[in-house]
T-cell receptor
Framework: DAGVIQSPRHEVTEMGQEVTLRCKPISGHNSLFWYRQTMMRGLELLIYFNNNVPIDDSGMPEDRFSAKMPNASFSTLKIQPSEPRDSAVYFC?????????????FGQGTRLTVV | SQQGEEDPQALSIQEGENATMNCSYKTSINNLQWYRQNSGRGLVHLILIRSNEREKHSGRLRVTLDTSKKSSSLLITASRAADTASYFCATTPSGNTGKLIFGQGTTLQVKP
């Protein structure tokens, strides 16, 4: 398996534009996480899905952020409209949860810059 | 809000020395994990310790867990320059097998 695949790797956009980040989890994994990493706030859990259903979105900063998982092999994180303070590295991770095995596998991240 | 807090925030040692990083958390957990992140890369899982375990080893890594103090430590023995990275603890809250919450991380620099 190629691991968790995120696209794009880098995104530079102007304030006010819509940004869509994409993630393909590892085949067979049924949990998917979106994290945001900044120097100031560290690694923040934005939302996580279990079996394609959003379980906890309490970390989503505001209504400008939305995430979907239409099927087991694809998820998107959308920011509309984007703002400079959204600049960060966004990570997607997937896992096969259970009491014995909750190791998460991370993608390489998308570095978002909003100017 | 973040569950874990690492201590120290930054650590600089000489190659061959041991490095110890600590993590404290707030709620009851199912397990605690340690991850490593090289600059500009995603996080990589190192080791998982369950709430009913007190110590675990993996190669040069030793992890301890004290659930009464809600704390964990990661010891890297005989450090190498290649161990230079950021290290994060992550917890899965009790009753929730899916959610994974990370601490702020410790940046380790190992000087050759």
């Amino acid at each position: 398996d190629a691991g968790v695949i995120q696209s794009p790797r880098h995104e530079v956009t102007e304030m006010g534009q819509e940004v869509t980040l994409r993630c393909k989890p590892i085949s067979g994994h049924n949990s998917l996480f979106w994290y945001r990493q900044t120097m100031m706030r560290g690694l923040e859990l934005l939302i996580y899905f279990n079996n394609n259903v959003p379980i906890d979105d309490s970390g989503m900063p505001e209504d400008r952020f939305s995430a979907k998982m239409p099927n087991a092999s694809f998820s998107t994180l959308k920011i509309q409209p984007s703002e400079p303070r959204d600049s960060a590295v966004y990570f997607c991770a997937s896992s096969l949860p259970g009491r014995l095995n909750t190791e998460a596998f991370f993608g390489q991240g998308t570095r978002l810059t909003v100017v | 809000s973040q569950q874990g807090e690492e201590d120290p925030q930054a650590l600089s040692i000489q190659e061959g020395e041991n490095a110890t990083m600590n993590c404290s958390y707030k709620t009851s957990i199912n397990n605690l994990q340690w991850y490593r992140q090289n600059s500009g890369r995603g996080l990589v899982h190192l080791i998982l310790i369950r709430s009913n375990e007190r110590e675990k080893h993996s190669g040069r890594l030793r992890v301890t867990l004290d659930t009464s103090k809600k704390s964990s430590s990661l010891l890297i023995t005989a450090s190498r320059a290649a161990d230079t990275a950021s290290y994060f603890c992550a917890t899965t809250p009790s009753g929730n097998t899916g959610k994974l919450i990370f601490g702020q991380g410790t940046t380790l620099q190992v000087k050759p």
